[in-house]
């Protein structure tokens, strides 16, 4: 059974560091791509990074790159995100889907669509600081 269990979120205050976790199983993890995704409240899913696995190539969107790095332990069926300087965009529930698109086509499109995507988690909540 393919599973995607991700976790790490927790409340952080805007300027504030959070690494995300995304565990792995019942797939090969470097024959897929893994991306991350959030939604806000009332906002559509948001593609913001993938990492192709097989050979460490990575995309990120415009608005999180040089904030957000994604990286992965094949060993451990592990993909990361790590964030830091957190804005107030940032909070999200986020997921880690996997795909069999690589991220050379995010490259070439400049985004990760949600459609690409066949294995999805429950999510990992960041929420709003209050």
């Known amino acids: 059974e393919v599973q995607l269990v991700e976790s790490g979120g927790g409340l952080v205050q805007a300027g504030g560091s959070l690494r995300l976790s995304c565990l792995l199983s019942g797939f090969t993890i470097d024959r897929y791509t893994i991306g991350w995704f959030r939604q806000a409240p009332g906002k559509g899913r948001e593609g913001v990074s993938c990492?192709?696995?097989?050979?460490?190539?990575?995309w990120y969107a415009d608005s999180v790159r040089g904030r957000l790095t994604i990286s992965s332990d094949n060993a451990k069926h592990a993909v990361f995100l790590q964030m830091i300087s957190l804005e107030p965009e940032d909070p999200a529930v986020y997921y880690c889907p996997a795909s069999l698109v690589t991220c050379a086509t995010a490259h070439e499109f400049n985004t990760v669509r949600p459609s690409w995507y066949d294995f999805w988690g429950q999510g990992t909540q960041v929420p709003v600081p209050s």
């Open positions: 990492i192709t696995t097989s050979d460490g190539t990575t």
